[in-house]
RNA sequence: GGGCGAGUAGCUCAACUGGAUAGAGCACCGGCCUUCUAAGCCGGGGGUUGCAGGUUCAAGCCCUGCCUCGCCUACCA
């Protein structure tokens, strides 16, 4: 539902070493859904017909599209939940339960509108994605899940291996629960329940979310016996993105049955995904458990100085923190289309401050990369464990540790073979050749060249040290070491006046490297390499 | 109460499995354009790595206890 700039820490560092394929879960049948349809049944009174007019209508041109009305409406049927008396409130949560099932359940009107405003968010999704370069092969639904009972196959396989057990006592009494993996009760006092076992179904017979998300991951194994019904739901340029359904095509794409996870849930979930793992486990699928990764990372927030240049009032209290979080609930936060529009527009500004002889298309395409660029170089930069509190000016800063910064010494790079009238490859194909490196490299001037051309060399191994580690900021991290020592090369040595020719070679064959490396490097975190900036 | 993560320079963060003088960036101060883009480069100040013990030749990292903050848990998704 509300799109989240999370989703753009993890891209396409696994491109070079994996044949993957990108799915993601669409959480259709949600207690945020629910709310929606709420809000457009209750405070806008708008029934199917209207909404598919609001979707039809909402279309041309502008970004400002029916998942930017989904938003404002989030936050208004929230706080009419909290308003009124006592017995409003509660009549109010009851609605909003009921709608909920009735989503649930399916084969209704609620359940329709409910599937006719999250499709249309889920399409506005993808845009505001593909704008990043990411793009999904899969989007498996919850709706499915439930309605292709994916619930009650793994249900029967849990209780078949004892994972899940019938509380008889204490306050979980008559739930189906799971211990957790550390309460190690068999061997301390073993009198009484677990009453820190997971409730998987309520004593009401509902399945709580954690039980779904068994069934999801069987199914991701191939470990359910079941299968989604599958349908085309979007085309980008280079393949199709599939979605699920209950009575599919009959020819399709393989989805699931997969060897390895890598869930890229933030650290919020750890608990659920502990379980779920958990699970995997108790059933005897160890080997898969130990290949499930939870590819955990902080939550992204805002800085109090962004807060307020988007507009909103910040508290005497909250200038004072690091950051502050996001809520879709209280309205706060910044949607990803705004965020990228607004970094366009500012690396716009300082674009034309310098090349009033740039065509508009080379102004908005080098905006356009310099913008992504910076974002995701943000988000990349930090460890996964640590919160990032974004802020656009830091982001785009030419100065410090940045995308653009690494950028703009690839530019650099790229201006003396632009004007030298040489390419960077072919410089490297003739200097393979040549062999009268040792005494310049050798000599004391040389050696920070070859220092250089030291960590310009190490791309590989850093790469692997991230795939290791699972941590992207590594490559960020290079990249910008990178970047600074090539700054600083560019600045000691005027490579196109040298008078050695050897020389010249050199430390033009040095620049081609570095151009190389920093590019391949940027590539790997899915930030392109401008021509000029 | 229990679980996870964090605490490192004024601020935001690094530090690969324990290893040399704990590193970057921002901010601050001072320099550097007749030159391939100064959107840059160089230099400077700034630290008892939360506290107290312990293990080790060696601890920011490991162990124990305590303090502070965040998140997750207690039949919400």
Not at 35 to 43: E, M
Not at 114 to 129: C, F, G, P, Q
Not at 517 to 531: D, F, Q, R, V, Y
């Amino acid at each position: 539902m509300i799109i989240c700039i999370s989703w753009i820490k993890i891209n396409n560092i696994f491109d070079p070493m994996l044949w993957y394929k990108v799915e993601n879960f669409f959480d259709n049948s949600c207690v945020q859904v629910a709310d929606v349809v709420v809000g457009f049944g209750h405070l806008e009174k708008k029934g199917k017909d209207d909404v598919e007019a609001l979707i039809a209508g909402s279309g041309g041109g502008s970004r400002k599209g029916f998942d930017y009305l989904c938003w404002d409406l989030y936050a208004r049927v929230s706080q009419w939940y909290s308003e009124g008396s006592d017995s409003e409130q509660a009549a109010k949560k009851k609605l909003r339960l009921d709608t909920l099932h009735l989503i649930e359940q399916g084969g209704n009107a609620t359940a329709e509108l409910a599937e006719v405003i999250s499709t249309a968010v889920l399409r506005r999704h993808l845009e505001t994605m593909a704008r990043l370069g990411i793009e999904y092969d899969f989007l498996p639904r919850e709706s499915e899940i439930l309605h292709l009972k994916f619930w009650e196959s793994a249900f029967e396989k849990l209780k078949a291996t004892g994972v899940l057990y019938e509380e008889t006592e204490g306050k979980n009494k008559g739930c189906w629960v799971m211990r957790r993996p550390k309460s190690e009760f068999s061997s301390e006092v073993n009198e009484g329940p677990d009453e820190d076992a997971k409730v998987i179904v309520r004593s009401n017979g509902t399945v709580t979310y954690v039980g779904k998300d068994i069934a999801y991951h069987l199914w991701k194994f191939g470990l359910l016996g079941k299968d989604f019904g599958y349908k085309p739901f979007h085309k980008y340029p280079s393949h199709e993105c599939w979605i699920s359904c209950e009575q599919g095509e009959k020819v399709h794409p393989h989805f699931g049955g997969v060897r390895a996870i890598y869930n890229v849930i933030d650290s919020r979930q750890s608990d659920p995904q502990s379980n779920v793992i958990q699970a995997l486990r108790g059933m005897g699928h160890t080997a898969e458990a130990d290949r499930y990764t939870h590819f955990s990372y902080e939550m992204v927030a805002l800085t109090p100085r962004y807060a307020e240049e988007l507009g909103y009032t910040v508290s005497e209290e909250d200038k004072k923190k690091p950051y502050i979080e996001v809520s879709g609930r209280k309205g706060f936060g910044v949607k990803a289309d705004d965020l990228m529009d607004l970094m366009i527009a500012a690396s716009r500004g300082e674009i034309l401050k310098r090349h009033v002889e740039w065509s508009e298309e080379q102004v908005s395409e080098t905006a356009r990369q310099i913008a992504y660029g910076a974002l995701r170089y943000f988000m990349l930069r930090y460890t996964r464990n640590s919160v990032i509190a974004f802020d656009q000016k830091d982001a785009l800063a030419i100065e410090g540790e940045t995308g653009p910064y690494c950028q703009y010494a690839l530019v650099r790079a790229k201006n003396i073979f632009r004007k030298a009238g040489v390419a960077p490859e072919a410089v490297l194909a003739e200097y393979a050749q040549s062999a009268g490196l040792n005494a310049i490299l050798g000599s004391e001037e040389g050696g920070d060249i070859w220092a250089l051309l030291v960590r310009a060399s190490k791309r590989i191994f850093v790469l692997e040290q991230a795939l290791v580690a699972s941590e992207p900021a590594y490559l960020a991290k290079h990249a910008f070491q990178l970047a600074q020592e090539f700054n600083n090369f560019y600045h000691k040595h005027r490579i196109l006046t040298e008078e050695n020719a050897a020389m010249k070679s050199l430390l033009l064959t040095v620049a081609a490297v570095v151009l190389r490396e920093i590019s391949a490097t940027l590539k790997l975190m899915g930030i392109e390499s401008p021509e000029a900036m």
